[in-house]
């Protein structure tokens, strides 16, 4: 007779102890890890939105981070990795930007496109995100040098390459030419 072991549980502090020993990024999806396989090019984009976040933001209101551990949901045991997470200074206890895990959650978060999503994994943390009050979320495509922003109030929009996104009301003063964040064609 055979039996089934049942599957490991992890929690948030198993994710970072063996980020850190497997050199991978990982989503903590109810309990269970998940690697997040990050190409060149849309850390390449994450960070040209980090930094220009950063540069619009940075230190009076705001900060920006790439690839930060996030737990922000109503579910225990539950993390994501988005590629860019902001959060404006009054959402911290302190003001600061914290040492370890973002535990707030973000005003705006932005996953960019690499070859390995599925549609109903973006699908999933769209839901989750939005669910979460994470007022913008961003879905950036770069095969097809696009930004779609999803905000909670239901609305949405497709920004092309020669867009700009302005006059965001989470994003005060905040503007981005859509094909700035791209490698060169």
């Known amino acids: 007779m ?11 502090d198993d994710v ?11 989503e903590l999806i109810d309990g269970e890890l998940r690697e997040k396989i990050v190409g060149t090019k849309a850390l390449f984009i994450a960070v040209r939105i980090c930094e220009r976040l950063n540069a619009a933001y940075y230190p009076a209101r705001g900060f920006a981070v790439v690839e930060a551990m996030t737990y922000c949901f109503d579910r225990p045991n539950h993390g994501r990795k988005p590629d860019v997470a902001f959060v404006s200074h009054q959402r911290l206890p302190d003001g600061r930007v914290p040492d370890g895990d973002l535990r707030v959650t973000p005003d705006l978060v932005v996953e960019v ?8 994994e973006l699908q999933d943390k769209l839901d989750e995100y939005l669910a979460a009050g994470i007022g913008i979320v961003w879905i950036v495509n770069p095969d097809r040098r696009t930004i779609r922003v999803y905000r909670s109030d239901g609305t949405t929009r497709l920004f092309r390459e020669a867009d700009t996104i302005a006059d965001e ?17």
């Open 2 to 12: 055979s039996t089934l072991t049942p599957p490991t549980r992890y929690s948030p």
């Open 16 to 26: 970072e102890r063996l980020s850190e020993r497997d050199g991978k990024h990982y």
């Open 113 to 120: 496109l690499s070859p390995g999503n599925s549609g109903v």
């Open 169 to 185: 009301a989470l994003l005060p003063g905040f503007s981005l030419r859509v094909g700035d964040v791209f490698p060169q064609a």
